[in-house]
Each structure stands twice: as structure tokens, then as C-alpha cells.
């Protein structure tokens, strides 16, 4: 613990956001949304000179489509810095990206009670 006007040392694990991104600004939401779906493209190979942080969303996104948010989440960075490192990737050609599903449309009220009659008529 540190006293007053004292400060944390830095450790190996601690790295500015604009040293990752080379102080590029953040990219609009409206390309990679939160929820929006990234997967490696491919046939594609890793870039010689990759980051520890490309490295590691080539790792994350290798098995099958993530959400923006959950590849934040498992680097352990914030959302505007994996948008922008997911961007590069797109842009390069090395991801793909799938928008989210459509929010569900409400269903009518008759629908819903045939659907609890069947049910209760199965389950009794």
C-alpha cells in the first residue's frame, strides 16, 4: 500500500493505452459494436512483427467468433484499445466480423398463451 502523494510502482503488467495503440484515437462504435462477432479470417497468418496484444487476440478468435466485449474482456483491456486493435486486423483482411442478431420482435399475447397451454397440457 502506498501513503499519500506516494505512487504505485510500475510492474511489467502495467501499459498505457496509447502505448498499445501508438496513440492513435479510438474508432467510432458504429463499426465494431459491443456485441458485434469477430473471427480469424481463413488461411491467414499471423503479421511478423504482431504486438503481444495482436498475438493474443489471434489466440482468442482462432476457434470461432467472439464478441468485441468478451475479446476485451479476456485481455484484460479497455473496450476503445480492442476496437482499435480489432479494426487493424479487419482492415489488414485477417478478420471477419458478423453483426449481431436482430433484437426479437414482442409476440403476440395469443401466441404466447397456446404456447403455455401446450406445455401445461405436456408437463401437466
Known amino acids: 500500500m502506498t ?3 506516494e505512487e504505485d ?3 511489467s503488467n502495467f501499459v ?3 502505448v498499445i495503440t501508438g496513440g492513435r484515437p479510438m474508432p467510432s462504435a458504429d463499426g465494431l459494436a459491443l ?3 469477430v473471427t480469424l479470417a481463413p ?4 503479421p511478423r512483427q504482431a504486438s503481444p496484444e495482436v498475438r493474443a487476440i ?7 467468433y467472439l464478441a ?3 475479446v476485451a474482456g479476456r485481455l484484460g483491456l479497455p473496450v476503445g484499445v480492442t476496437r482499435l486493435l480489432l479494426s487493424d486486423l479487419f482492415e489488414q483482411g485477417h478478420l471477419l466480423r458478423r453483426a449481431a442478431p436482430p433484437p426479437a420482435q414482442a409476440v403476440d399475447r395469443e401466441t404466447i398463451e397456446k404456447v403455455l397451454h401446450g406445455l401445461e397440457s405436456h408437463f401437466g
Open 3 to 5: 501513503t499519500p502523494g
Open 9 to 11: 510502482p510500475v510492474t
Open 16 to 18: 498505457r493505452s496509447y
Open 35 to 37: 456485441h458485434t462477432l
Open 43 to 46: 488461411d491467414r497468418e499471423m
Open 58 to 64: 489471434w489466440e482468442l478468435c482462432a476457434p470461432g
Open 68 to 70: 468485441v466485449a468478451e
